[in-house]
Each structure stands twice: as C-alpha cells, then as structure tokens.
C-alpha cells in the first residue's frame, strides 16, 4: 500500500481519486458520477425558529461536503427537515462531492474559494488532512465534531467463490492463499480509498483468518466498474462495501456476502463529521448550532417511524439519485447474504445515527480515534507522520473536539443519560475474540498475529 504522503497532487488524484470514487459508485450505487461540489438547496420542510441571543450563531453560512452514501443522511436530514434553519444555519448549504479526492481538495480550498468548509469524512481522513499527510504536505487543521453513523457495510464475495466456506470465519484459508497455484493469479480483493474505514474493515476480517492481506492477497483501491465487472466474471474476488450494495451484490446474482461489518465488530463507528478548525474556531456558535442541528436529525433518522420518508429524501435525484427499493432492504436491517447463510432481519443491525446497543452513535469518542491510528501502526501507513501511539494520541487531542460536542448537547437539551461521560467508550471486542483496550494500545499491537508494525 503506498504512503500517500508521498504523492504529488497530480498522482494522487490519478492513482486515489479513481478509485475513491468506488465510494460513491458502490454505496451511491447507479447512475452517472455525481457531479463534483453540486450544492443541494431544497426548501426547509421545517421554518427557522427564533434563537436566543446568547446562541445566535455568529453567521448563518456553512458549506458542508458529502459523498451520495448512507453515512450522509445527518446532514442532507438536517438540511431537508429544516433542523439547520431551527437552530441559525438558514444559509447551511450540502455540497455533493464527486469522490473523496475532491472533498479533500475541496476542503483545503475553503468554501470561500468555492470549496467547502467541512463534512462528511471517512476515518482517520481528518487526522490525516491536519496533518498534511494526504494533502501533498498542506497541513489544513480539522476539527472532528460528530460521528455520523454506526455499521452498514460488509465483505462481498464474487459468485465464483460460492461453497468454499467463506464466511466470518473463513474455513479454508489455504484454499484464498493457494490461488496462485490453482488460478494463476492471487486472491484479488478491493476496498474504496486507502488506509481509511473500508480499507481497515477488509483488512483486519482477512488477518484474522490467518491470511496477510499484503502477502498472500491481492489488496487493491479499484474504480467501481471494474470491481463489479470483475466481481461478475469472477476475476475480483472480494469488495469491503457499504450499504446499499450488500443487497445488490446478492439481488443481482453477483455473488455473496461474507459478512457484514457489524458482525465483525458490533456497534463501530463509521463515519465522521469534521469542519476545518479556523472556521470553527472563528464561529464556535456556530458551529454549535451545526451540531445541534444534526444531533436532532439523527434522531430523527433514527425513528423507525420516518425511515419511510427518509429512504424518500435521500433517494431522490438531487441526493443518492437511486430507486427507493435498492435502499430499503438496509434501512429496515434486512440482508440477504448468501452462500446457505442465514438472512439478517434485524433493525439495529442496520444504519443507526443516533444510538445504538452500546448507547451513543453521536457522540465522537476518542478511544475510537485511537483505534483508527492504531490500526493505522498496525499496518506501517504514514509512519513518517504518526510514528506510534504517544504521537497518535497527540494528534487526537488537537483533532478530536469533543468538548464541543457535549456543550452543544447540553444547549439543545439532550437528556443527560444520552451525554457519555467519558472520552473512551471502553474495552471493544472484536469477532475473533481480540480485544483493543484504549488504556493499552500497545498490549494490542502486540497481541496482533499479523501487521508491519
């Protein structure tokens, strides 16, 4: 896997930018790419309401960036419902990206420049733009504010692969590290983006059977054409994908699922949203007043009584531009595997926003931070930059604004059983039995069987 901190603009956005844009292919599903910083409008469904002086929000423009993908629905919910307006934002604007390249080039230009001046991220993408590692040595200063959304994503096998015990566990890791010799090609796997959530969810579920995914594998960032074209004529084996596509890949007969990511790690955290830090910094109400606005639609999106209308919203032309069937099935929990495995019938096992079976979704925990960077020396990426755990929790205290976080729950008045008192939410157990501990970072590293570090 390359060091992206190496690349020049130019081949970054050749050899990354490509790829990213699997992420809104793959998760946004149909149709023609979106086109790059298209800026979504629509009437409030809500009217703005009066703000109290000491919470009048210091401007009422905000542009934020999002990738047509289920991890998005916060912020297209707060813009559609109104819930910016209701708290001051009656300028706040959702700005649809073309791939995750363009976001981060977008977001180093500034939405004064005609860029934006946050949103939707995938981890440890804030860390990285902060620290210039990802932005050809820019260093643009993030602020992380909220997580999005929990679960939602999944390993797709390729049909060719069906009955060879494929699964959580994977039976047979000879058979995947044999192909060289059986196939004359090696175990063909691909993620959305480099050394961010996909690429880790693939990783550690092929590591824990035993396979390297460096070594014995072929581990690529491929453009979403090729994945499923490869996927149905068998030359791609394996995609770490998000929703919808874990009901498309079996629906269209392209093959199975080996498991979904909620099954490999209960109740993760997925997607963030982070704002560059000068703008927060120059309007902190403001930015309150963003986060409130998207705390109240993820519980909004949370109520089983709205998903109807938001499979609705987020479906339309203007956001996923899908057909509301293909995003149904994973917004009621409902997954359809494959390969004689048992189907998944189970709301919360499906995108949740607000809260999920360990409490807050929200909330953005910085023992999740951590467990990202850690992953991220597990694997030997940026080790120039993040160069161990002393270094990486560092960069999480400058990142990670928590603080804010809390002070803007307070003001909307969430209730106090919903505002974790702590900045770790604990020891998280992982599907093989392996346990990350934030309070011993190392201890894990160490305990892992398979890494660079």
């Given at each position: 896997m390359p060091d992206l901190s190496r690349?020049?603009?130019?081949?970054?956005?050749?050899?990354?930018?490509?790829?990213?844009?699997?992420?809104?292919?793959?998760?946004?599903?149909?149709?023609?790419?979106?086109?790059d910083t298209t800026t979504q409008q629509s009437p409030s469904s809500a009217p703005a309401v009066n703000v109290s002086g000491g919470d009048t929000p210091e401007i009422t423009k905000i542009r934020l960036g999002f990738i047509p993908i289920v991890e998005s629905a916060p912020l297209i919910v707060a813009k559609e419902k109104g819930f910016f307006a209701k708290y001051g934002m009656t300028g706040a604007e959702v700005s649809k990206q073309a791939n995750w390249a363009s976001a981060r080039d977008n977001v180093v230009i500034g939405a004064d420049a005609g860029g934006i001046d946050g949103g939707q991220w995938q981890m440890?993408?804030?860390?990285?733009?902060?620290?210039?590692?990802?932005?050809?040595?820019?260093k643009v200063p993030m602020y992380l504010l909220a997580q999005l959304v929990t679960q939602g994503n999944g390993i797709a096998i390729s049909g060719k692969n069906t009955g060879k015990g494929i699964g959580l566990n994977i039976k047979d890791p000879d058979y995947i590290k044999a192909f060289e010799k059986?196939?004359?090609?090696?175990?063909k796997a691909a993620h959305t983006f480099p050394n961010v959530n996909q690429d880790f969810w693939i990783r550690y579920w092929f590591a824990a059977s035993g396979i390297d995914p460096d070594k014995d594998i072929d581990l690529l960032?491929?453009?979403?054409?090729?994945?499923?074209?490869?996927m149905r004529n068998g030359t791609m084996d394996a995609f770490s994908t998000g929703d919808p596509w874990p009901y498309r890949i079996v629906s269209d007969n392209i093959g199975f699922m080996s498991a979904l990511t909620e099954q490999i790690w209960k109740?993760?955290?997925?997607?963030?949203l982070a704002i560059r830090a000068d703008w927060v910094d120059k309007y902190?109400?403001?930015?309150?007043?963003?986060?409130?606005?998207?705390m109240e639609a993820q519980q909004w999106c949370d109520n089983p009584a709205n998903r109807k209308e938001l499979i609705t919203i987020v479906s339309g032309r203007s956001y996923f531009n899908v057909p509301e069937k293909v995003i149904t099935p994973p917004y009621e929990g409902k997954y359809i595997l494959g390969d004689g495995k048992p189907n998944v019938d189970d709301f919360k096992k499906g995108p949740l926003y607000w809260q999920d079976d360990r409490g807050s979704v929200s909330y953005p925990y910085k023992s999740h931070d951590l467990w990202f960077l850690t992953e991220t020396l597990r694997w030997n990426f940026h080790s120039?930059?993040?160069?161990?755990?002393?270094a990486a929790k560092k960069l999480i205290d400058r990142v990670n604004r928590e603080d804010l976080w809390r002070e803007a729950a307070k003001e909307a008045g969430v209730a106090a059983a919903?505002?974790?008192?702590?900045?770790?939410?604990g020891i998280e157990t992982f599907f093989d039995g392996v346990k990350f501990d934030p309070e011993k970072p190392d201890a894990y590293l160490a305990s892992l069987k398979i890494k660079r570090a």
């Amino acid at each position: 896997m390359p060091d992206l901190s190496r690349f020049s603009r130019r081949k970054f956005l050749t050899t990354v930018g490509a790829s990213a844009t699997t992420a809104v292919f793959l998760k946004g599903c149909m149709g023609n790419p979106p086109s790059d910083t298209t800026t979504q409008q629509s009437p409030s469904s809500a009217p703005a309401v009066n703000v109290s002086g000491g919470d009048t929000p210091e401007i009422t423009k905000i542009r934020l960036g999002f990738i047509p993908i289920v991890e998005s629905a916060p912020l297209i919910v707060a813009k559609e419902k109104g819930f910016f307006a209701k708290y001051g934002m009656t300028g706040a604007e959702v700005s649809k990206q073309a791939n995750w390249a363009s976001a981060r080039d977008n977001v180093v230009i500034g939405a004064d420049a005609g860029g934006i001046d946050g949103g939707q991220w995938q981890m440890p993408m804030p860390h990285l733009i902060t620290e210039g590692i990802i932005t050809n040595g820019k260093k643009v200063p993030m602020y992380l504010l909220a997580q999005l959304v929990t679960q939602g994503n999944g390993i797709a096998i390729s049909g060719k692969n069906t009955g060879k015990g494929i699964g959580l566990n994977i039976k047979d890791p000879d058979y995947i590290k044999a192909f060289e010799k059986t196939e004359g090609r090696k175990f063909k796997a691909a993620h959305t983006f480099p050394n961010v959530n996909q690429d880790f969810w693939i990783r550690y579920w092929f590591a824990a059977s035993g396979i390297d995914p460096d070594k014995d594998i072929d581990l690529l960032a491929v453009p979403p054409a090729e994945t499923v074209q490869g996927m149905r004529n068998g030359t791609m084996d394996a995609f770490s994908t998000g929703d919808p596509w874990p009901y498309r890949i079996v629906s269209d007969n392209i093959g199975f699922m080996s498991a979904l990511t909620e099954q490999i790690w209960k109740c993760h955290p997925e997607e963030y949203l982070a704002i560059r830090a000068d703008w927060v910094d120059k309007y902190p109400k403001a930015a309150k007043a963003v986060l409130k606005a998207v705390m109240e639609a993820q519980q909004w999106c949370d109520n089983p009584a709205n998903r109807k209308e938001l499979i609705t919203i987020v479906s339309g032309r203007s956001y996923f531009n899908v057909p509301e069937k293909v995003i149904t099935p994973p917004y009621e929990g409902k997954y359809i595997l494959g390969d004689g495995k048992p189907n998944v019938d189970d709301f919360k096992k499906g995108p949740l926003y607000w809260q999920d079976d360990r409490g807050s979704v929200s909330y953005p925990y910085k023992s999740h931070d951590l467990w990202f960077l850690t992953e991220t020396l597990r694997w030997n990426f940026h080790s120039g930059a993040i160069k161990d755990v002393d270094a990486a929790k560092k960069l999480i205290d400058r990142v990670n604004r928590e603080d804010l976080w809390r002070e803007a729950a307070k003001e909307a008045g969430v209730a106090a059983a919903d505002i974790p008192t702590a900045t770790s939410r604990g020891i998280e157990t992982f599907f093989d039995g392996v346990k990350f501990d934030p309070e011993k970072p190392d201890a894990y590293l160490a305990s892992l069987k398979i890494k660079r570090a």
